[in-house]
């Protein structure tokens, strides 16, 4: 399993305990039966042989009594997520009268886990997960005015300013609402791939890659501007730069990948200019990334602001 996998089946673990049914037997039990990675053919017998070599468990008849374990579990997820289940249209009323589903009492509440409950985990803790391993360099992300980019171009004003001394309080950048802005990326990650999120109050969107801001994500020199050319913003930068129109709190999430990942939904088309991030691409993204050690998070926020 991925380490979120792994987190998930531990926190509904620690919420199953405070179910009558749920005691020892059935903790040792449940992350083995519901294991993202056990296949569902799997025999019980397997299991409770598994079971067996737990020492906080003692000796014991496991398989004798495994019909039993595996029930227990069934009627405590089907007693603390019914209202979750019914919405999702399981029929509880057959797992709980002990009658055989289409799959079988525990399939059905096996595919419930993975397929419902775990998107809903990862659409509410995705981003958070992600924040927690961010390691940011400071001023690795910046936007500037028009005014701003025209002087860097002159070549009298740096992309980057030098981190403040370690005495001063650290301040939230802001930006300025209502005006078109660049963004500026610098990140020493030449030839990686990036992966650009925005999230504000309750969207979040993948900047890039994305037809409407960066349809190339590889970083081949840093620093890096956005919208980059030949993308749909650039277009008309009047009205299509950056321009944040609320006074809210932006925050974005990076992430540099030194090999590629290739998913349709990281090809940049204009059906989806700016695509949105949810949790069955978080899934899919997270399985990539637990397979390639060399990837790196960063994090920054902004809060709009008027300026006077």
């Not at 595996?70 to 797992?95: F, T």
């Not at 009047?238 to 540099?256: D, H, R, Y």
Request: hydrophobic content about 35%; glycine content about 4%.
């Amino acid at each position: 399993m991925t380490t979120e996998q792994k987190k998930f089946l531990n926190e509904i673990t620690e919420e199953l305990k405070t179910q009558r049914a749920f005691k020892l037997r059935e903790e040792v039990f449940f992350p083995l039966r519901y294991d993202k990675n056990r296949p569902v053919t799997s025999q019980q017998v397997q299991i409770a042989q598994e079971m067996s070599q737990y020492s906080r468990l003692g000796k014991g008849d496991y398989a004798t009594s495994i019909g039993t374990t595996a029930q227990n579990v069934v009627q405590a997820m089907v007693n603390l997520y019914k209202e979750e289940m019914e919405k999702d249209r399981v029929n509880v009323d057959i797992l709980l009268n002990g009658q055989k589903g289409q799959r079988g009492s525990w399939r059905e509440v096996y595919s419930w886990l993975w397929n419902y409950k775990y998107l809903r985990w990862l659409d509410k803790n995705g981003w958070q997960i992600l924040q927690e391993k961010a390691k940011s360099p400071p001023n690795w992300l910046q936007f500037l005015t028009k005014e701003e980019m025209a002087s860097v171009q002159r070549g009298t004003r740096s992309f980057i300013l030098p981190p403040p001394p370690p005495a001063v309080k650290k301040v939230t950048p802001t930006i300025p609402v209502e005006q078109s802005l660049w963004m500026v990326i610098d990140l020493d990650f030449d030839n990686s791939q990036l992966l650009l999120l925005n999230r504000s109050q309750d969207e979040e969107f993948l900047l890039c890659p994305s037809s409407a801001y960066a349809p190339n994500p590889i970083m081949e020199k840093s620093p890096i501007l956005l919208p980059q050319k030949d993308s749909w913003a650039d277009r008309d930068e009047s009205k299509t730069n950056f321009k944040f129109g609320k006074l809210v709190k932006e925050e974005f999430l990076a992430i540099a990948l030194e090999k590629p990942v290739s998913l349709p939904w990281l090809i940049p088309r204009e059906e989806e200019a700016l695509p949105e991030w949810n949790a069955e691409r978080l899934k899919e993204l997270f399985e990539h990334l637990e397979k390639q050690g060399n990837w790196q998070v960063f994090y920054q926020c902004f809060e709009v602001v008027k300026k006077p």
